[in-house]
């Protein structure tokens, strides 16, 4: 347990990117709890429409900014995942795993100044 956490410590003191995901996640998740109405129901057709388009645009956005197709097809292929889920899951449970999904599948894109401007803009706005 010990060689495990001073593991993540080293981690995190090595790649400032994950102490940044970190606190986004933190921040996201306070937001999704304070700001999302009807957790415990479904998606309508239309909240569900709104909500696959923004992700179809971030994922745009990262296939703009990636240069590694690899990690772009990764990246859309979670994308699409978190699409499905939208009729699969009440809204507060989808709004947690997929902040979560985002946020990993972000972590594994190179990680420059672009894809951080979208780490903070593009998972803020699904839930806008």
């Known amino acids: 347990m010990n060689t495990w956490i001073s593991n993540l410590r080293e981690l995190s003191n090595t790649k400032p990117i994950y102490n940044y995901i970190n606190s986004v996640q933190e921040e996201l998740e306070k937001k999704i709890n304070e700001s ?3 957790s415990e129901n ?3 057709e ?3 429409k709104i909500l696959k388009d923004k992700i179809e645009r971030l994922s745009k956005k990262v296939s703009e ?3 590694e197709q690899e990690k772009i097809k990764e990246f859309q292929s979670t994308m699409q995942s978190i ?3 939208l009729q699969n899951y ?3 449970f989808w709004y ?3 902040s979560s999904k985002i946020l990993k599948a972000f ?3 190179s990680q420059n100044q672009q894809v951080q401007e979208l780490v903070e803009t593009g998972v803020q706005k699904l839930i806008e």
Do not use: N, P
């Open 36 to 38: 999302i109405q009807d």
């Open 42 to 44: 479904y998606f309508t």
């Open 46 to 48: 239309e909240e569900a």
């Open 65 to 67: 900014v990636e240069e």
């Open 83 to 85: 699409i499905s889920d």
């Open 90 to 92: 009440k809204k507060g």
């Open 96 to 98: 947690k795993v997929s």
């Open 107 to 109: 972590m594994k894109l």
